[in-house]
């Protein structure tokens, strides 16, 4: 995810990362983040196997401007992701060739 944070930092502020989903959807509820991103366990294997791999953005944006701007957000953040991992996959498949 380190690789990642300077080029999402453009669409998204990186407030950390963790594995407890409980204590992330607390900050949301008290207005500490505006959004969560849900990373599944194994994405680089889901992909290899040619399967999605489902990321989740979880947010509590009741007024539509800012639930417009945070699901543009996280949509192009999750494209910028995408290609990188298309990116790395096909480096990958060229490498083993």
């Known amino acids: ?12 502020v990186n407030e950390g990362y963790s594995s407890d989903l409980a204590a992330a959807e607390r ?11 849900v990373f599944p366990d194994d994405a680089a294997d889901s992909v290899m196997h040619g399967q999605q791999a489902v990321i989740q953005i979880m947010h509590d944006k009741i007024d539509p401007i800012q639930q417009t701007a945070v699901e543009i957000s996280a949509q192009l953040a999750v494209q910028e992701l995408n290609g990188n991992v298309l990116e790395a996959v096909v480096a990958r498949a060229q490498s083993e060739l």
Request: hydrophobic residues 45%; proline residues 0%.
């Open 1 to 12: 995810m380190a690789k990642f944070t300077d080029q999402l930092s453009n669409y998204v």
């Open 27 to 37: 900050r949301l509820e008290n207005g500490s983040i505006d959004l969560i991103v």
